[in-house]
């Protein structure tokens, strides 16, 4: 199969420009897979269970946390598409060639409990329709610990082959699944929508404003594990325009996840009102008990497949990630290793019974801890550079301008361990039994409402300019002025000695270092349609 299908060769290292050859329709379907997942529906009913908000500010709040974190998704997805790096080779650049080691392998854990989790519950949806076909007086794992095995191992190895051969075959599956799974959920949520009594859902009492804005952060925290779909952009031509890029992202992935956040809402509410005791748990797997059998079918079938596209475009990912992380396996051997250990916690979570809602709070609120501080750090870095070198970000060499000193960058390191001692302490994880791991200050004002979120983030960037992140650019941006300033005055010198006449090109060829930039900053892309390496 191999030989019909060849596995993508390119790993970590910078994809060269002329072999960035990734289609528009490519990228946009995989967006439209990871906006099809099932995270926006659930977390719409958590936003009506757990916050108190109606379908109405649930909407809203879900909308408002959807865009902010595809907007941070496009700018990941533009640096990937300007250096042909994936994001996790891209914070080198912060924490050193080495020091990168520690937040990519913090990244990888994380990414994959995310991705355990979707394939989990795409198990669980598998489980649910055996039982409702069947008739089984339960469909929880623990009563049927084999068929959950096997269905485990269906779903994953599922995503996995969506995954392992790379980005030709992910976008092209993407594309397929995406058409026929987008057109299931849009017509199983036409008769879920006509079950739900409209009317009744949107007369809900309103919540606090301070609710609202808690509901955001839970979105966007939750939408957290998007931006690694950027990865998916790096093979995105160089002279793909930043507005392509980010309009791309957003309306693709925005789109339906807004819509799925609105059904969900608006599911939600009407059951609450219908029954107070109605579970987030029952809410994600029962698509209706009224609704006729064929009808479940076909929204077992859109969630599913929607799941396991969406773990495939995850363990794509977490197979770069491993790479990074120093991974001595290519890229599809470390996507399968990543994928059975994605598929073995799936597996012990679906026989232990674990609600999917606490798995996908639970993995929303590590993953976000992880994203938003090591996004923290790295925004900082990335945009105070005029220039970034992609080739030096996988090299070695001692002499590699993001070796620093032994390959560590002490102040992105003090800053990333700065960034998660704050979300430590205003941060509150769900567990199962027992008290939740809450931090000192979670049960304060800033962190019931989710402040404590932004302070984390805020932590890790601030940190990283007060301990002298950015002084090492400063300092080269100053070095290379002061050498074209010296330039300019013996050109100035030499045209004054020869009577103003200019110097011709072999007598004083130009210096090719102050002007040769391997990729322009990020200030540079948004009205620069052409960011390939000059000259």
């Not at 220039?387 to 970000?393: G, K, Y």
């Amino acid at each position: 199969m191999e030989q019909c299908v060849p596995v993508e060769e390119h790993d970590v290292e910078p994809i060269p420009a002329e072999q960035q050859a990734g289609g528009t329709w490519g990228l946009r379907s995989v967006w439209f897979v990871v906006g099809l997942s099932m995270l926006s529906g659930t977390a719409a009913a958590t936003l009506v269970y757990g916050l108190g908000l109606n379908a109405w500010q649930a909407t809203l709040a879900g909308g408002l946390g959807v865009l902010a974190t595809l907007v941070v998704a496009a700018i990941l997805a533009v640096l990937a598409s300007r250096t042909g790096t994936p994001a996790l080779v891209l914070s080198r650049a912060a924490f050193g060639v080495r020091g990168n080691l520690l937040p990519a392998i913090v990244a990888w854990a994380s990414v994959t409990l995310f991705a355990a989790v979707i394939v989990g519950g795409g198990a669980r949806r598998i489980l649910h329709v055996v039982g409702t076909i069947t008739d089984a007086d339960s469909t929880a794992g623990a009563d049927l610990p084999a068929l959950a095995i096997a269905t485990v191992a269906l779903v994953g190895t599922l995503a996995v082959l969506v995954a392992v051969w790379g980005q030709r075959v992910l976008t092209l599956v993407t594309l397929i699944g995406g058409v026929v799974f987008g057109l299931l959920t849009l017509a199983s949520s036409a008769f879920l929508l006509e079950q739900v009594g409209v009317s009744s859902a949107l007369e809900g009492q309103a919540a606090p404003v301070a609710d609202v804005v808690t509901g955001v952060m839970i979105v966007f925290v939750t939408g957290s594990i998007w931006v690694i779909g950027g990865d998916v952009a790096r093979h995105q031509p160089r002279s793909t325009s930043a507005r392509s890029l980010t309009k791309t992202i957003i309306g693709y992935a925005g789109i339906p996840a807004i819509m799925l956040l609105a059904l969900g809402a608006l599911r939600a509410a009407a059951a609450i009102s219908d029954n107070p005791d109605a579970s987030t748990q029952a809410l994600t797997l029962d698509p209706g008990s009224g609704l006729p059998m064929w009808v479940q079918l076909i929204y077992a079938g859109a969630v599913l497949g929607a799941s396991v596209l969406f773990a495939g475009v995850l363990l794509y990912s977490c197979g770069l990630i491993a790479r990074a992380a120093g991974s001595p396996l290519s890229r599809a051997r470390s996507t399968v290793v990543t994928a059975a250990v994605a598929a073995g916690a799936a597996g012990v979570m679906l026989i232990g019974d674990v609600e999917l809602s606490l798995q996908l709070q639970t993995a929303a609120v590590v993953v976000g801890i992880v994203v938003l501080v090591w996004l923290g750090v790295v925004l900082v870095d990335l945009l105070a550079r005029q220039e970034l070198d992609p080739d030096a970000l996988v090299s070695a060499d001692r002499e590699a301008p993001y070796f620093y000193s032994r390959g560590f960058h002490l102040p992105g390191l003090l800053a990333w361990v700065t960034g998660m001692a704050a979300a430590a302490l205003f941060v509150e994880i769900p567990t199962r039994s027992g008290p939740d791991l809450a931090g000192p200050l979670a049960h304060t004002l800033v962190g019931e409402y989710g402040i404590g979120w932004l302070i984390a983030f805020t932590a890790g960037a601030g940190a990283y300019a007060a301990f002298g992140g950015t002084q090492a650019e400063r300092r080269r941006v100053l070095r290379l002025h002061r050498e074209k300033q010296e330039y300019r005055a013996e050109q100035r010198r030499l045209r004054w000695q020869a009577k103003e006449e200019p110097a011709s090109e072999d007598e004083h060829p130009q210096q090719e270092a102050t002007d040769s930039r391997p990729v322009l900053g990020p200030r540079h892309w948004w009205n620069r349609r052409d960011d390939s390496p000059a000259g």
